[in-house]
């Protein structure tokens, strides 16, 4: 099973506080998450003020402190909980794809697009991060582009990929996690491009790149992507 990037896992239940007074706590920590998300996305996490998510979950200042403790616990909570919801999608997507190394990314970027669909505030929220918890935001990188590597070799052991030695396979998965906001990009400015044709023009630029190929490596790029369509009709 994947791992959670590095944010705090939740705090397990008080033993001494009965179930309904359990379940009555949960309901409040994710109203104010999910008024956090909200005011996220609408006016930028560190713009609003916990008054305002407060009030929009409906709770008392006190009772957010109480659930979070501070604003940067909060942020890294919310967070975790967008990263919970793509990874179970990203399990689901590998789950169901018995295609090659192109096959199962192509499920895996479907299932990002997805999320980033579900959670627009989710890539305001990132940039967020980036700008002021630079080391969070350098952790979860970090993170990503070793999820990424080792889909790497994975390619390269079943074929798929050309062989590479360990700094490379770093070099193409530091680039491959960053160029993940290009697709972030599409999938905002441009309604128009289907998931399907996003995802697929992305994987097509890995998988030929921009050079002149012989006809040999040209006719093996169209069957790769005859494969990949055939697959999801």
Request: net charge positive.
């Amino acid at each position: 099973m994947a791992e959670t990037p590095s944010f705090p896992p939740p705090e397990p239940a008080r033993s001494a506080e009965p179930a309904s007074g359990y379940a009555k706590s949960r309901d409040t920590r994710e109203r104010i998450l999910a008024a956090a998300l909200e005011e996220a996305g609408e006016s930028g996490f560190h713009k609003t003020s916990v008054a305002r998510i407060a009030a929009r979950a409906g709770v008392a200042i006190g009772s957010l402190h109480y659930h979070f403790g501070s604003r940067a616990e909060l942020i890294r909570e919310l967070m975790r909980q967008l990263m919970v919801d793509y990874l179970a999608r990203v399990q689901a997507a590998e789950a169901q794809s018995a295609g090659d190394y192109f096959a199962r990314e192509r499920a895996v970027l479907l299932a990002y697009v997805a999320h980033v669909r579900r959670h627009p505030a989710y890539v305001r929220l990132a940039d967020e991060i980036k700008l002021h918890e630079p080391e969070l935001y350098r952790r979860g990188a970090a993170l990503w582009t070793e999820r990424m590597a080792g889909r790497i070799r994975a390619g390269i052991a079943e074929g798929a990929l050309r062989p590479m030695d360990e700094a490379e396979i770093t070099l193409r998965a530091s680039f491959l996690t960053g160029a993940r906001h290009s697709l972030e990009q599409l999938v905002d400015d441009d309604s128009s491009l289907s998931d399907e044709e996003v995802v697929d023009s992305y994987l097509d630029l890995v998988c030929n790149g921009l050079g002149v190929r012989d006809g040999a490596a040209a006719r093996k790029g169209r069957a790769v992507r005859r494969a990949r369509k055939g697959r999801t009709r």
